[in-house]
Each structure stands twice: as structure tokens, then as C-alpha cells.
């Protein structure tokens, strides 16, 4: 099958009609030629609502991480966002609901494999870390830390939503040695 027709198939998804809230509407973007994958956790409430990936406060944080201005980041053939799950899975106790797995079971090796092109992953949050990486370390906060072990072409990243605000501040690390080498490698994946 064609990135086309999966991308098809992947928008018109219904494999967790009524199971999650709201409508079912799959978020994501790619294309061949994209060089930088976004590999995210799952669409969240305003996300699902206005269709496109990273519509928020998050993603005015992980644009500003990365170095790039919003039509490079909405640019497919630059920059693909496959988030874990497609749709918004629903809010717990203490924030968004897991992203179901049967979305990742169903459509990320078949997407993934169709972008050859791609020179830079980064992983964002536990779930994502959990299926890009073999040797993640035991917490997030080790992980990112650690983000040099994965190579030049992988980079772990926490969650650009404002409630890691708490995280970022207690892990001033974070801004002062990864966003520099995060932005580097941006530019660098990026250019021709």
C-alpha cells in the first residue's frame, strides 16, 4: 500500500469508535519527503477539535524548541507528526488518557516504514519513548537526560504542555545543553 492510501485509511480510521469521547477524527501529517518526525502521545482536546497537530499551547512550546516557525512545522514534506494514537483519547484523573495501543498496532510500522526520507525522530513522552526506543532508561527524566545515548537521528523529549512547567524548571539542563543541540539538528535535518 501507497503513504497515500495509508494516510487514506489511517484519516478514515474507526477502530476506537466508542471508546473514546467525542468524534472520531485521526490527527496527523506526513509525506515521503519529510526529514523530521514528530512521534507525539495522542491528540489533545483542542487538537481533535481544529484537526491539525499541535494547534495549542504545546505546540507553541515544541515549535519554539525546535527552532521553527509554523508553516515549516505544518509543512508535510518537511516535518511528519504520527502521534502514538490518532484521536483524543479522553481525560483521567490527572490529565489526558493513555493513548489507545491498537492505533500504534494498527498503523505506525506500515506508516512508518513508507518514510525513507526521515533523518531526525523526536520522542515525546513516555509512550512514544516506550515504542521508538529499545534501551530507554527508568524514568523519563533519565531518558531525556540521557538523550545522547540514542544517537544522532533519535532525540526523547518531555511533553511540551504547560503542565511540565514544574518539570522544565526543576530540570534547567533541559534548556541550557538539549535545546541548543535539538535546534542544530533541526536545522540540520531540515536543510537541503
Known amino acids: ?8 485509511s489511517a484519516r478514515s ?8 469521547p467525542g468524534p472520531i477524527r485521526p490527527v496527523l501529517q506526513a509525506h515521503r519527503s519529510a526529514r523530521v ?19 495549542d499551547a504545546s505546540g507553541e512550546r515544541l515549535r519554539d524548541w525546535m527552532g521553527v ?21 479522553g481525560t483521567g484523573t490527572s490529565g489526558d488518557l493513555p493513548p489507545p495501543p491498537i492505533c500504534a498496532e494498527t498503523w505506525r510500522a506500515k506508516l512508518l ?3 525513507s526520507a526521515l533523518r531526525l525522530t523526536l520522542v515525546i513522552g513516555q509512550y512514544a519513548i516506550g515504542w521508538h526506543l529499545d534501551t530507554p532508561h527508568k524514568t523519563l527524566t533519565k ?3 540521557h538523550w545522547r545515548d540514542f ?25 541550557d545543553s538539549l535545546l541548543p543541540e535539538l535546534r542544530k539538528r533541526i536545522a540540520a535535518a531540515l536543510s537541503d
Open 69 to 89: 516557525d509554523r508553516e515549516t512545522f505544518y509543512d508535510p514534506e518537511r516535518v511528519a507528526i504520527l502521534p502514538m494514537a490518532f484521536c483524543y483519547p
Open 151 to 175: 544517537g544522532p537521528s533519535t532525540i526523547p523529549l518531555p511533553h511540551p504542555s504547560p503542565r511540565n512547567n514544574i518539570w522544565l524548571s526543576k530540570n534547567s539542563w533541559f534548556a
Open 37 to 55: 518526525l514528530i512521534a507525539g502521545q495522542a491528540p489533545g482536546r483542542k487538537v481533535q477539535e481544529s484537526g491539525v497537530p499541535f494547534d
Open 113 to 115: 516504514t513508507e518514510l
Open 143 to 145: 531518558t531525556v537526560r
Open 1 to 8: 500500500m501507497t503513504l497515500d492510501a495509508l494516510l487514506s
Open 13 to 20: 480510521c474507526r477502530l476506537c469508535a466508542g471508546t473514546i
